[in-house]
């Protein structure tokens, strides 16, 4: 274990490991520092905030409410949150929790809102922004795409229906009866919380900064927990405590789509195989903290590995955990052990030949995701909000060097010659297809230039023309720089901007693409300047006034 968790000394942040094993603590440690001021080392009592991770607690107070009849989880939605719109579809709370439902992801709308994660947001805040919005990313249904946006409208659920906040619903019907003395949901930013890690993001030089969150909504995230208080959790998968002798089907019973596929995803939980045996798991990434919380029930096993570094793969940390653990056990029967197994390679390519990694950029065409592909004193990849290096495999691809997560690359060319991308990282495949760049003169760039009221964003963009690229402000002054893709189409992050051009050439509105959110369509403001966007500004706040 402790060469698993080498990377981690005296001087770094680092992680929080427990191994569970029959209901007992197998293997507790601390690795690393929990706060790099006070030097502060990391113990399995540390409480980390674990992202996402934190969605099966929700769902689980969900499925007690539905066990009590006081709510099910085929109804519409909007029985319990009548403010949301009317989409003309009912969207159910399984959908929700299965992320089939198409809602837009509330994180995504706020952030490219200008709302930074260090400003203070509110639940408040959070439902009046999904309630402006007039469309879903899709029919319910009909694909699966992760949204955080379910979870905590479902957080909004459980207090109406309880009529307590997620807070003390947690705390009297799950953390408090099943001894998790340290857990809780935390919705407010200020509150001190005793023996908590703070959270770090790697900067230049080899040094730190602190990467703090300030949101307040819960239920698609804002657990705060330990490797010690975990023990318990996982325990109760095997042997309910907290929800009676259904919930652990109740909350593996994996989400299918309208067509009858299986989207591999439980209640706030991933189901999968290794190694020949079920994984159940789920991840967490959010400001400076990662997680990962994985079960193997038919060897009953459980880890968790709660880390303070944004550039941490705790996911890959969780299952290099558990493979120590299943070769030990294989290896009293005669198997190899973990030390002897060579690493497992990338998935097989399919639909295309490989060869030779292509500078370029690329896209998926479903998610809208894009990967930017430089060759220049070796290779790197903008992929995961970051720019990484990629080293070259006897078998053709690339592993990801020092990057938030574990992924493996390839370059295939298809029967056209065309070329694609693909990933595998965290037990996905994905495929991004090579772009034909148009790059716009000039006198192209100055067409897009004016404002566009993103009336669903509750925010104006303004276009403007630097350095021979398009661009705009944020509210900090820092200018973000839009790159052309194809042509009336911009890139800055995972931002993709559209334009739907008029057949005077001049565009009539940008659509954003942003990931988890689709389609924000932000008509042109006639005339632009400082007077459009006040006159826009204040007829949204009229139309505020007039709702409340």
């Known amino acids: 274990m402790d060469r698993v968790f080498a990377a981690f000394g005296p001087t770094t942040p680092g992680c929080a490991v427990g191994v569970y094993r029959g209901g007992a603590n197998e293997f507790q440690k601390g690795y690393g520092l929990a706060n790099l001021e006070t030097l502060t080392p990391i113990s399995p009592q540390t409480v980390f905030d674990i992202g996402s991770t934190s969605k099966q607690f929700t769902a689980a107070a969900i499925v007690l409410l539905a066990q009590e009849g006081k709510l099910s989880l085929d109804e519409d939605v909007r029985s319990y949150l009548p403010e949301l719109p009317d989409y003309g579809t009912p969207v159910t709370i399984r959908q929700m929790l299965h992320h089939t439902a198409g809602l837009r992801d509330y994180v995504t709308l706020l952030t490219f809102a200008d709302v930074d994660y260090g400003d203070v947001s509110t639940p408040a805040q959070a439902l009046a922004m999904l309630a402006r919005q007039h ?3 899709n029919r319910p249904g009909e694909r699966f795409l992760y949204s955080n946006s379910g979870y905590f409208l479902a957080t909004q659920i459980v207090e109406r229906v309880s009529g307590l906040s997620m807070r003390a619903f947690a705390q009297q019907r799950m953390f408090g009866p099943l001894g998790m003395a340290n857990t809780f949901y935390k919705d407010d930013h200020a509150e001190v919380v005793a023996r908590r890690a703070s959270g770090y993001a790697p900067a230049e030089g080899g ?6 969150s300030n949101w307040e909504e819960t239920g698609d995230g804002g657990v705060q927990t330990s490797v010690a208080d975990l023990s318990n959790w996982i325990a109760n998968f095997a042997k309910p405590k907290v929800g009676g002798a259904t919930f652990t089907r109740d909350m593996e019973r994996v989400g299918v789509l309208d067509d009858g596929r299986p989207t591999g995803y439980a209640l706030g939980l991933m189901v999968s195989t290794r190694q020949g045996l079920r994984m159940v ?3 967490g990434s959010w400001a400076g903290y990662r997680a990962e919380v994985v079960r193997f029930p038919e060897a009953d096993l459980g880890v968790a590995t ?9 996911s890959a940390l969780a299952i290099a955990t558990a493979d120590v653990w299943l070769a030990d056990t294989r290896t009293a029967k005669g198997s190899v052990g973990a030390k002897d197994q060579p690493k497992p390679a990338a998935a097989p390519a399919s639909g295309g030949k490989p060869v030779a990694a292509s500078a370029g950029t690329f896209r998926n065409a479903e998610t809208g995701s894009l990967r930017r592909v430089e060759i220049e004193d070796g290779t790197w990849i903008e992929a995961f909000g970051g720019r990484f290096r990629l080293a070259g495999r ?3 691809g690339f592993d990801l060097v020092d990057g938030p ?3 493996t690359f390839r370059f295939l060319a298809g029967p056209a010659g065309e070329i694609e991308l693909e990933q595998v990282a965290m037990e996905r495949t994905t495929r991004f297809a090579k772009l034909q760049l148009h790059n716009p003169s000039e006198p192209e760039l100055e067409r897009y230039v004016g404002d566009y009221d993103c009336e669903e964003l509750g925010i104006v963009y303004r276009l ?4 021979d690229a398009l661009y705009r402000t944020n509210r900090l002054g820092e200018p973000e720089m839009f790159r052309p893709l194809q042509q009336h189409e911009f890139s800055f992050g995972n931002l993709t901007i559209r334009f739907d051009m008029g057949t005077d050439g001049v565009p009539r509105a940008a659509r954003l693409d942003i990931g988890r959110v689709k389609d924000v369509r932000c008509p042109r403001l006639p005339g632009g300047g400082h007077a459009a966007v006040a006159g826009a500004a204040a007829q949204r706040q009229a139309g505020e006034d007039q709702r409340s």
């Not at 040094?207 to 703090?212: H, L, T």
């Not at 709660?306 to 705790?314: G, K, T, Y």
């Not at 403007?464 to 350095?467: M, P, T, V, Y």
């Open 207 to 212: 040094r730190y900064r602190v990467a703090e």
């Open 464 to 467: 403007l023309i630097k350095d």
């Open 135 to 137: 469309h879903l990313n």
């Open 405 to 407: 997560f574990d992924a």
């Open 281 to 283: 798991h789920h991840g």
């Open 306 to 314: 709660l880390c303070n570094n944004a550039n941490v793969d705790a």
């Open 394 to 396: 006897p078998d053709g």
